[in-house]
Structures are given as structure tokens and as C-alpha cells.
């Protein structure tokens, strides 16, 4: 029961953050997670709110009492969240020039951008095409 509580903890993490090189999906990030540090997170962050931040501070001050195998898997796993989120984050600014030119129709939300920029056949620039990949939007 309790492991199954910081695994629901870890995807809900995942699940609610909104990501350039390349990114790990949310899911993927939070299997890490769950599998490295499920009992780790049970033993020593039990009652930290549903923030990815929060987990990490509680895993970091508590690194002398976590699994070796969580202490290398949870920083990459926070690091890949952050990528995907900054990728994410960056998807509007990077592919403005092309929501401009191909896209000026599109309403502003992000979602109808993507939707217009997946129908180009061609012309969509190519950091936009990443920026779209990196932030899973593909």
C-alpha cells in the first residue's frame, strides 16, 4: 500500500509539470523514480506535497539514508522533468517565426499552433520541428 502511494506520488509529479537536447517523457521519469527510490521516498519524504522540487530537496537532505541506486537515478530523473519542462516552455518563443508565416490565423493557444504547424508540408524550420520533439509534442 505504502509503495504504491510514492509511486502515485512520483506520476502525479510527472503528471502535473508542463521541455533542448534531448528529453526523457514525464512517464518514463517517474518509472525511474519509482523504481530507484519508491521505498526511499516512503522511508524519508513521507508527507511532502505533490512537487517535483519539494521530493528532490527531501531526497537530497536525506542522501545519507537513500539507496545508492536511488541516489544515482533521482538526479537524472529530476533533470530530465526539468528539460521537459524547459523544452516545453520554449516550444512558443522558438516557433513563433513560423506560427507567423505559415499560421497567422491560429489562435493563440498552443494547441491550435501545433495543430496548424503539423499540417505545413513543408517550410517549418527545423529548430521548430526539434523545439516540437524535445517538448513531446510530436
Known sequence: MVRGRSIALVL???AASPVLAETVNFESSAAILGESCGKDIDANCFGVNLDA???KECLSRNQDSVSAQCRADYIKAFDAIQKRVAARAAVR???DRDKQK???SAQNDLGDILGCLSKVPRGV???CKQAISEAGYH
Open 12 to 14: 502525479s509529479i510527472a
Open 53 to 55: 522540487q519539494r521530493l
Open 93 to 95: 518563443r522558438i516557433c
Open 102 to 104: 505559415f499560421c497567422a
Open 125 to 127: 524550420t527545423f529548430g
